[in-house]
Protein backbone atom coordinates (compact mmCIF):
# COMPACT_ATOMS: atom_id res chain seq x y z
CA UNK A 1 0.00 0.00 0.00
CA UNK A 2 1.25 3.17 -0.42
CA UNK A 3 1.88 6.13 1.74
CA UNK A 4 -0.70 8.87 0.87
CA UNK A 5 -3.29 5.62 0.67
CA UNK A 6 -3.06 4.73 3.92
CA UNK A 7 -3.23 7.95 5.25
CA UNK A 8 -6.32 9.02 3.20
CA UNK A 9 -7.86 5.61 4.52
CA UNK A 10 -6.87 5.83 8.55
CA UNK A 11 -9.81 5.38 10.28
CA UNK A 12 -10.78 4.82 13.91
CA UNK A 13 -12.44 1.38 14.52
CA UNK A 14 -15.40 2.04 16.79
CA UNK A 15 -16.93 -1.62 16.10
CA UNK A 16 -15.74 -5.04 17.20
CA UNK A 17 -13.06 -6.91 16.04
CA UNK A 18 -12.37 -10.35 15.25
CA UNK A 19 -11.42 -13.08 17.94
CA UNK A 20 -8.18 -13.90 15.80
CA UNK A 21 -4.58 -12.68 17.51
CA UNK A 22 -2.72 -10.24 16.55
CA UNK A 23 0.36 -12.07 15.49
CA UNK A 24 4.36 -11.68 16.66
CA UNK A 25 5.33 -10.40 13.63
CA UNK A 26 2.52 -8.33 13.25
CA UNK A 27 3.21 -6.95 17.50
CA UNK A 28 6.68 -6.63 15.92
CA UNK A 29 6.11 -4.38 13.33
CA UNK A 30 3.90 -2.09 15.16
CA UNK A 31 6.48 -1.21 17.89
CA UNK A 32 9.48 -1.29 15.11
CA UNK A 33 7.58 1.60 13.42
CA UNK A 34 6.86 3.17 16.70
CA UNK A 35 10.56 3.46 17.35
CA UNK A 36 11.19 5.23 14.02
CA UNK A 37 9.50 8.32 15.57
CA UNK A 38 11.42 11.43 15.38
CA UNK A 39 12.19 12.51 19.00
CA UNK A 40 14.56 15.65 20.28
CA UNK A 41 17.99 15.01 20.22
CA UNK A 42 17.01 11.35 19.56
CA UNK A 43 15.85 10.80 23.22
CA UNK A 44 13.09 8.42 22.04
CA UNK A 45 11.21 8.81 25.26
CA UNK A 46 8.55 6.56 24.61
CA UNK A 47 7.82 2.77 25.78
CA UNK A 48 4.75 0.19 24.90
CA UNK A 49 3.16 -2.17 26.81
CA UNK A 50 1.52 -5.32 24.84
CA UNK A 51 -1.03 -7.11 26.83
CA UNK A 52 -2.39 -10.28 25.49
CA UNK A 53 -3.29 -11.64 28.90
CA UNK A 54 -7.22 -12.45 29.25
CA UNK A 55 -7.69 -11.30 32.79
CA UNK A 56 -5.70 -8.18 32.41
CA UNK A 57 -7.62 -7.05 29.34
CA UNK A 58 -10.87 -7.72 30.75
CA UNK A 59 -10.15 -6.17 33.97
CA UNK A 60 -8.75 -2.78 31.81
CA UNK A 61 -12.18 -3.08 29.98
CA UNK A 62 -14.83 -3.31 33.38
CA UNK A 63 -12.85 -0.05 34.49
CA UNK A 64 -13.38 1.64 30.78
CA UNK A 65 -17.00 0.45 30.90
CA UNK A 66 -17.80 1.89 34.60
CA UNK A 67 -15.42 4.74 33.21
CA UNK A 68 -18.47 5.74 30.52
CA UNK A 69 -21.55 5.46 32.74
CA UNK A 70 -20.12 7.23 35.38
CA UNK A 71 -18.70 10.40 32.74
CA UNK A 72 -22.08 9.94 31.15
CA UNK A 73 -24.59 9.43 34.17
CA UNK A 74 -22.84 12.22 35.99
CA UNK A 75 -23.04 14.88 32.63
CA UNK A 76 -19.09 15.88 32.85
CA UNK A 77 -18.83 14.17 29.19
CA UNK A 78 -21.53 15.98 27.40
CA UNK A 79 -20.48 19.10 29.25
CA UNK A 80 -16.69 18.75 28.38
CA UNK A 81 -17.14 18.02 24.83
CA UNK A 82 -20.24 18.92 23.55
CA UNK A 83 -18.98 21.62 20.86
CA UNK A 84 -17.59 18.89 19.27
CA UNK A 85 -20.92 16.93 18.43
CA UNK A 86 -23.14 17.08 15.48
CA UNK A 87 -26.77 15.91 15.05
CA UNK A 88 -26.98 15.96 11.66
CA UNK A 89 -25.34 15.35 8.35
CA UNK A 90 -25.83 18.77 7.08
CA UNK A 91 -24.35 20.11 10.64
CA UNK A 92 -21.20 17.85 10.07
CA UNK A 93 -20.78 19.30 6.36
CA UNK A 94 -20.76 22.61 7.65
CA UNK A 95 -18.90 22.43 10.43
CA UNK A 96 -16.69 19.51 8.47
CA UNK A 97 -14.99 18.85 12.41
CA UNK A 98 -16.27 16.75 15.29
CA UNK A 99 -18.20 13.74 15.57
CA UNK A 100 -21.61 13.10 14.54
CA UNK A 101 -24.01 11.83 16.90
CA UNK A 102 -26.74 10.22 14.63
CA UNK A 103 -26.71 6.94 16.56
CA UNK A 104 -28.93 7.89 19.58
CA UNK A 105 -30.78 5.09 21.51
CA UNK A 106 -33.79 4.68 20.46
CA UNK A 107 -35.78 5.99 23.57
CA UNK A 108 -33.81 9.31 22.96
CA UNK A 109 -34.58 10.35 19.46
CA UNK A 110 -37.46 12.33 20.08
CA UNK A 111 -35.42 14.35 22.16
CA UNK A 112 -32.29 14.78 20.38
CA UNK A 113 -31.90 18.57 20.83
CA UNK A 114 -32.36 18.34 24.45
CA UNK A 115 -29.93 15.94 24.80
CA UNK A 116 -27.33 18.46 26.20
CA UNK A 117 -29.55 20.01 28.95
CA UNK A 118 -30.72 19.53 32.46
CA UNK A 119 -33.94 17.51 31.42
CA UNK A 120 -31.68 15.52 28.81
CA UNK A 121 -29.65 14.21 31.17
CA UNK A 122 -32.17 13.01 33.76
CA UNK A 123 -34.25 11.75 30.87
CA UNK A 124 -30.94 9.74 29.64
CA UNK A 125 -30.04 8.89 33.57
CA UNK A 126 -33.75 7.63 34.08
CA UNK A 127 -33.62 5.31 30.46
CA UNK A 128 -29.98 3.89 32.10
CA UNK A 129 -28.86 5.20 28.90
CA UNK A 130 -25.41 5.55 30.57
CA UNK A 131 -24.97 1.59 31.92
CA UNK A 132 -26.39 0.52 28.30
CA UNK A 133 -23.40 2.60 26.24
CA UNK A 134 -20.65 1.55 29.18
CA UNK A 135 -21.59 -2.10 29.19
CA UNK A 136 -21.24 -1.63 25.38
CA UNK A 137 -17.66 -0.15 25.66
CA UNK A 138 -16.63 -2.78 28.20
CA UNK A 139 -17.78 -5.45 25.63
CA UNK A 140 -15.92 -4.02 22.94
CA UNK A 141 -12.11 -3.35 24.70
CA UNK A 142 -12.98 -7.04 26.47
CA UNK A 143 -13.26 -8.07 22.59
CA UNK A 144 -10.01 -7.07 21.83
CA UNK A 145 -7.08 -9.94 21.16
CA UNK A 146 -4.58 -6.88 21.82
CA UNK A 147 -4.22 -3.81 23.74
CA UNK A 148 -1.17 -1.54 23.72
CA UNK A 149 -0.36 1.23 26.34
CA UNK A 150 2.36 3.88 25.24
CA UNK A 151 4.00 5.62 28.11
CA UNK A 152 6.86 8.39 28.17
CA UNK A 153 10.38 8.16 30.41
CA UNK A 154 9.65 10.84 32.99
CA UNK A 155 13.55 11.63 32.67
CA UNK A 156 11.96 13.03 29.68
CA UNK A 157 8.40 14.45 30.19
CA UNK A 158 8.80 16.92 32.75
CA UNK A 159 5.94 19.17 32.64
CA UNK A 160 6.33 23.03 32.49
CA UNK A 161 9.63 22.19 30.71
CA UNK A 162 10.32 22.09 26.66
CA UNK A 163 11.00 18.27 27.48
CA UNK A 164 7.47 17.79 28.42
CA UNK A 165 6.36 19.50 24.89
CA UNK A 166 8.74 17.30 22.93
CA UNK A 167 8.49 13.91 24.53
CA UNK A 168 4.49 14.41 24.01
CA UNK A 169 5.45 15.16 20.26
CA UNK A 170 7.58 12.68 19.29
CA UNK A 171 4.98 10.25 21.18
CA UNK A 172 2.58 11.51 19.09
CA UNK A 173 4.18 10.70 16.17
CA UNK A 174 4.83 7.29 17.05
CA UNK A 175 1.61 6.56 17.54
CA UNK A 176 0.73 8.07 14.16
CA UNK A 177 3.60 5.59 12.87
CA UNK A 178 1.71 2.68 14.67
CA UNK A 179 -2.29 3.81 13.24
CA UNK A 180 -0.65 3.93 9.66
CA UNK A 181 0.86 0.66 9.88
CA UNK A 182 -2.64 -0.74 10.76
CA UNK A 183 -3.70 0.34 7.75
CA UNK A 184 -1.56 -1.74 6.00
CA UNK A 185 -1.91 -4.73 7.99
CA UNK A 186 -5.52 -4.71 8.03
CA UNK A 187 -6.42 -4.46 11.50
CA UNK A 188 -8.19 -1.41 13.54
CA UNK A 189 -7.35 0.61 16.30
CA UNK A 190 -8.99 2.74 18.93
CA UNK A 191 -8.21 5.04 21.57
CA UNK A 192 -9.36 3.09 25.46
CA UNK A 193 -10.30 7.15 26.92
CA UNK A 194 -12.79 6.86 29.16
CA UNK A 195 -10.85 6.08 32.14
CA UNK A 196 -9.06 9.57 31.71
CA UNK A 197 -12.16 11.09 32.35
CA UNK A 198 -12.89 9.71 35.64
CA UNK A 199 -10.25 10.33 38.59
CA UNK A 200 -8.68 7.39 40.09
CA UNK A 201 -9.78 5.28 37.06
CA UNK A 202 -6.30 5.99 35.40
CA UNK A 203 -4.44 4.72 38.02
CA UNK A 204 -6.26 1.60 38.18
CA UNK A 205 -4.85 1.01 34.95
CA UNK A 206 -1.60 1.65 36.30
CA UNK A 207 -1.43 -1.01 38.91
CA UNK A 208 -2.74 -3.57 36.79
CA UNK A 209 0.14 -2.82 34.33
CA UNK A 210 2.61 -2.63 37.61
CA UNK A 211 3.79 0.94 35.62
CA UNK A 212 6.68 2.20 37.81
CA UNK A 213 7.55 5.53 39.10
CA UNK A 214 10.12 6.80 36.41
CA UNK A 215 7.24 6.05 33.53
CA UNK A 216 4.08 7.88 33.24
CA UNK A 217 1.27 6.15 30.89
CA UNK A 218 -0.24 8.14 28.37
CA UNK A 219 -2.65 5.79 26.71
CA UNK A 220 -4.31 2.69 25.73
CA UNK A 221 -5.22 1.32 22.55
CA UNK A 222 -7.22 -1.49 21.71
CA UNK A 223 -6.43 -3.33 18.45
CA UNK A 224 -7.49 -6.31 16.15
CA UNK A 225 -8.76 -7.77 13.18
CA UNK A 226 -11.47 -5.68 11.59
CA UNK A 227 -14.23 -8.04 10.09
CA UNK A 228 -15.11 -7.71 6.23
CA UNK A 229 -18.60 -6.43 7.05
CA UNK A 230 -19.10 -4.33 10.10
CA UNK A 231 -22.80 -3.80 11.63
CA UNK A 232 -22.78 0.00 13.22
CA UNK A 233 -22.36 -0.50 17.03
CA UNK A 234 -24.37 1.24 19.73
CA UNK A 235 -20.85 3.59 20.05
CA UNK A 236 -20.43 5.17 16.75
CA UNK A 237 -19.78 8.56 16.47
CA UNK A 238 -18.18 9.09 13.02
CA UNK A 239 -15.66 11.32 12.00
CA UNK A 240 -15.35 11.37 8.38
CA UNK A 241 -15.43 15.24 7.45
CA UNK A 242 -12.41 17.24 7.21
CA UNK A 243 -11.59 21.05 6.97
CA UNK A 244 -11.08 22.15 3.62
CA UNK A 245 -7.56 23.56 3.53
CA UNK A 246 -8.88 27.22 3.25
CA UNK A 247 -10.19 26.45 7.10
CA UNK A 248 -6.68 25.40 8.84
CA UNK A 249 -3.73 26.61 6.16
CA UNK A 250 -2.52 30.02 6.08
CA UNK A 251 -0.02 31.71 3.11
CA UNK A 252 2.97 34.20 4.54
CA UNK A 253 0.96 34.93 7.86
CA UNK A 254 -2.23 33.82 9.47
CA UNK A 255 -3.54 36.78 8.32
CA UNK A 256 -4.19 35.39 4.74
CA UNK A 257 -6.07 32.03 4.41
CA UNK A 258 -4.85 29.56 2.11
CA UNK A 259 -7.16 29.74 -1.56
CA UNK A 260 -7.38 27.76 -4.24
CA UNK A 261 -6.92 24.00 -2.88
CA UNK A 262 -10.80 23.36 -1.33
CA UNK A 263 -12.00 20.23 -3.39
Known sequence: MELLEAIRRRRTTNGAFLPDPVSAEHQRLLVEVAGRAPS????????????EDRSTIDRIAAISGESMTTAMS???????????????????????????????????RPFTGQVFTRRGQR???A???PQTLGEENRKLVAGSPLLLAALLDKAEHRPGELSAFYSLFS?????????????????????????MEVPGA????EELLEVPD??????????????PEQRRPAIDWSSSERRAPSQYVYRETCATPQTGWDG
Open 40 to 51: QLNSQPWRFVLV
Open 74 to 108: GGTFFERYKRYFRFSAAEMAQHRSGMLFDRLPAPL
Open 123 to 125: LMN
Open 127 to 129: LRV
Open 171 to 195: LGAAVENIWLTTVELGLGIQFVSFP
Open 202 to 205: WGRI
Open 214 to 227: HLDLMAVYRIGHVP
